[in-house]
């Protein structure tokens, strides 16, 4: 707790709250200006599957590729976004998720995707 509220000074303790206050207006705002994110998943109508790297099956890569995807309101994909994931499988991970479509809802959403990519024997 602030030194000067637990000592009784009223100017430092308003003014303590007036921080506070501005601070969590702030954080209101920034909130709000986020982008929207899907309150719920937005079900895939139509998915790719993605085209396995070459170098990446020589090399035995494999693993899950997290994308971000940003669906218009027709369900087409707009714009997508590596989250984490092995740099040579998430250029075919892009790839395939801009060629997915989504149910069309009444309003643009982001919907986070995971791709994997497993070498089959």
Not at 14 to 20: D, F, N
Not at 21 to 33: I, R, S
Not at 78 to 102: C, P, Q, Y
Request: glycine share 4%; proline share 6%; net charge positive.
């Amino acid at each position: 707790m602030n030194r000067d509220c637990l000592e009784m000074r009223p100017r430092a303790c308003r003014r303590t709250g007036m921080r506070l206050l501005q601070a969590a207006a702030l954080a209101l705002a920034v909130a709000m200006a986020m982008p929207a994110r899907a309150a719920d998943e937005r079900a895939v109508k139509s998915r790719v599957p993605p085209v396995y790297p070459e170098i990446a099956k020589r090399m035995k890569i494999t693993g899950t590729v997290m994308i971000e995807a940003t669906v218009g309101a027709d369900g087409k994909v707009t714009d997508v976004k590596t989250l984490s994931g092995n740099h040579t499988l998430s250029i075919a991970a892009e790839d395939a998720v801009r060629k997915w479509r989504f149910v069309p809802a009444s309003s643009p959403s982001t919907v986070d995707v995971s791709v994997n990519f497993a070498l089959t024997q």
